[in-house]
């Protein structure tokens, strides 16, 4: 289908859906995709009603002077990218997840696709270890070190603003470790962070789900590791 056009709150509300799990138009960089759509705005989106399309245009502005020499195909129409199906989200929260994941225009790719198979199954084993921990039938006192990463939207999010809104989580039986910033490409770093949790106090997903509340610096986060520790 495409998009139909930047004008109407329908289209605009389009545009911003799109973005809502990206940072580019079209691939993982600026690109002639982005010059055709920027330059078929009249004028900047409102950033209260669409701020992702808001973050993206005032992203692409800064490219302006490169615009001739970006790659992609300049004669191709805005109108020619964008989603296939007429689908509008209207709120981050409620954008697909584990779907977009795996969406060829996520900015981090599909790590799955790089991972070893060995450490793809110990990594499930883990998970379900720790799920039947979560039943109760191992020691109440039980606690696992997790290691999740903490993606960011582009490489203008404040990486150190984004550490400090995710520490100041508290959750009884979660304690906060070391962290790192991990290069993904594109100038773009993610957060690497490891964790203790107590089992029959903090769920993972819960955490999660409070640091992906941050929707101005956090795009998404991934478990990366868990390791079993009865304490």
């Known amino acids: 289908m495409g998009f139909a056009d930047f004008v109407s709150d329908a289209g605009l509300t389009m ?3 799109w973005l809502t799990t990206r940072s580019y138009i079209s691939g993982y960089g600026p690109s002639q995709a ?3 759509s920027f330059k078929a705005l ?17 992203h692409i502005s800064s490219y302006q002077s490169e615009f001739s020499s970006l790659p992609g195909d300049p ?9 296939e199906k007429s689908e509008v989200t209207l709120n981050p929260k409620d954008a697909p997840k584990e779907e977009d994941a795996e ?5 981090f790719g599909s790590d799955e696709e790089e991972e070893d198979e060995e450490v793809v199954k110990q990594r499930e084993a ?17 606690k696992s070190i997790v290691t999740l990463d903490v993606k960011p939207w582009d490489d203008e999010t404040d990486m150190k603003e984004l550490e400090k809104v995710m520490r100041s989580i508290e959750m009884d039986g979660l304690t906060w470790g070391a962290s790192k910033l991990v290069p993904v490409g ?33 795009q998404s986060t991934d478990v990366v590791s868990i390791h079993l520790n009865n304490i």
């Not at 004669?75 to 989603?83: H, I, V």
């Open 34 to 36: 982005d010059v055709a």
């Open 126 to 142: 883990n998970l379900a270890a720790y799920k039947k921990k979560k039943e109760g039938k191992t020691k109440p006192a039980a």
């Open 75 to 83: 004669s191709k129409a805005y109108t020619t990218y964008g989603p």
């Open 186 to 218: 594109f100038g773009i770093k993610k957060l690497q962070v490891n964790l203790v949790v107590e089992d029959e106090k903090v769920s993972i997903d819960d955490l999660q789900a409070k640091i992906e509340e941050d929707e101005d610096h956090v």
């Open 103 to 107: 969406d060829e225009d996520d900015l």
């Open 42 to 58: 009249k004028q900047p989106p409102n950033a209260a009603k669409y701020p992702h399309a808001y973050r993206w245009q005032k």
């Open 15 to 17: 545009l911003n859906s």
